[in-house]
């Protein structure tokens, strides 16, 4: 029998691809199985029918919130296969924060954390000096012309979850209650929009990429972002002009940093692949402590292990991203998962952007948010 040769997709940007190619590298090596890798921009992996991959690829890089839906669809296969517990619950221990549950759905885990992240605060140390902690420090730094906040849908959106956890009161997750609580859900989108009202406009426009490139720029004023998905590339020596630093998000609340929407990847294997055994085989190879401690982040991956995290060496490496944020990604907060939370995920972004620019009012988006979750159910 021939060795089967896979395909795998993942997000266009090296911390999503450098770490596959390198991993792949090595798995040919120890076991003859190639695998070829596709690239996807972050919009795209951020809303793309898992299912049309699915038909394609082998392997796919997914975001968590899409397992209701893939669930209901079937066309990824369970992981937690017989013959494997002792894998399985290795990578489980090895959760940073609700990294490996987030892929558990219905009883069955869909995906292996490769990657964690959470919204955390980018900093240039060179140009700020020290970490705020509060956001009535952010706010001082924006009227001084330093900060940028990622308001491109779903980052809009992410950072209302964020603020409402960190105030005390998180957004639903099931459709017992109301999504968002009008007191707390107003008071969020205020400290949102006195936000954007102090920073350029054009970050309605921006992801965090977009932030990152232009705060590690050389000549750029922009010395902080407060909430934003925590990207390691950018800590490193070298991969831009000027490294940013990452640390704790900066607290509204008085809990310190919780509440803040994880973020992260997985692995995933198709349920049509003609090499599902292959594809598992990699799948848990990849997500695996050893490696996520060793190869993974040398290649440019942002661990999903924690033994990554815990590297000494990665730290060293990162400028203490792993260390300096991990308290908010241990408080971080499980968006809702159920099937027909993508269309609200990106419809709910819009109306946050709306009442950001004002054209509607807080009371109104909060209101308008809880009929879309409650109609995001279904009948």
């Excluded at 705060?215 to 925590?230: E, T």
């Excluded at 919780?258 to 990847?265: E, V």
């Excluded at 260390?323 to 809702?336: M, V, Y």
């Excluded at 054209?359 to 109609?375: D, P, Q, Y």
Aim: glycine share 8%; hydrophobic share 40%; proline share 6%.
């Amino acid at each position: 029998m021939s060795t089967p040769r896979l395909k795998g997709m993942t997000w266009s940007h090296p911390r999503g691809y450098d770490p596959m190619v390198a991993c792949s590298a090595e798995w040919l090596q120890k076991t003859g199985v190639t695998i070829d890798w596709d690239k996807r921009s972050l919009q795209d992996f951020e809303s793309f029918p898992v299912e049309e991959l699915a038909r394609h690829y082998d392997l796919i890089v997914i975001d968590h919130p899409h397992v209701g839906q893939i669930t209901a669809e079937n066309c990824l296969a369970p992981l937690d296969v017989a013959g494997r517990e002792a894998e399985f619950e290795a990578l489980a221990k090895g959760s940073v924060g609700a990294s490996f549950p987030s892929y558990n759905w219905q009883g069955r885990q869909w995906a292996f954390p490769i990657d964690a992240a959470t919204q955390v605060m980018a900093l240039r140390l060179d140009l700020v000096g020290r970490p705020p902690t509060t956001w009535a420090e952010v706010i001082d730094l924006a009227r001084h012309g330093h900060v940028l906040l990622p308001l491109r849908p779903p980052h809009s959106l992410m950072s209302f979850f964020t603020l409402c956890g960190n105030l005390g009161r998180a957004c639903a997750v099931e459709r017992d209650r109301d999504f968002a609580d009008a007191k707390i859900g107003a008071q969020a989108l205020d400290a949102i929009r006195e936000l954007a009202a102090l920073v350029d406009p054009a970050c309605l426009t921006l992801d965090p990429i977009g932030v990152l490139d232009r705060m590690s720029d050389a000549g750029s004023k922009a010395a902080l972002s407060p909430l934003i998905y925590g990207y390691v590339s950018y800590s490193l020596d070298g991969f831009r002009a000027r490294p940013v630093q990452f640390a704790d998000m900066p607290t509204l609340g008085v809990s310190g940093p919780i509440g803040s929407a994880l973020g992260g990847t997985g692995i995933a294997v198709s349920a049509f692949s003609a090499n599902r055994q292959a594809a598992v085989d990699f799948a848990y190879w990849v997500a695996s402590g050893p490696v996520q401690a060793d190869l993974y982040w040398r290649s440019g991956g942002q661990p999903g292990h924690a033994d990554g995290w815990e590297s000494a060496a990665a730290n060293a490496a990162t400028r203490d991203f792993y260390t300096g944020t991990r308290a908010t990604l241990n408080g971080a907060w499980l968006r809702p998962r159920h099937n027909g939370y993508m269309p609200f995920q990106e419809a709910a972004s819009h109306v946050i952007n709306d009442a950001v620019t004002g054209e509607i009012t807080a009371k109104g988006a909060v209101e308008r948010l809880n009929s879309m979750f409650r109609e995001s159910f279904g009948a």
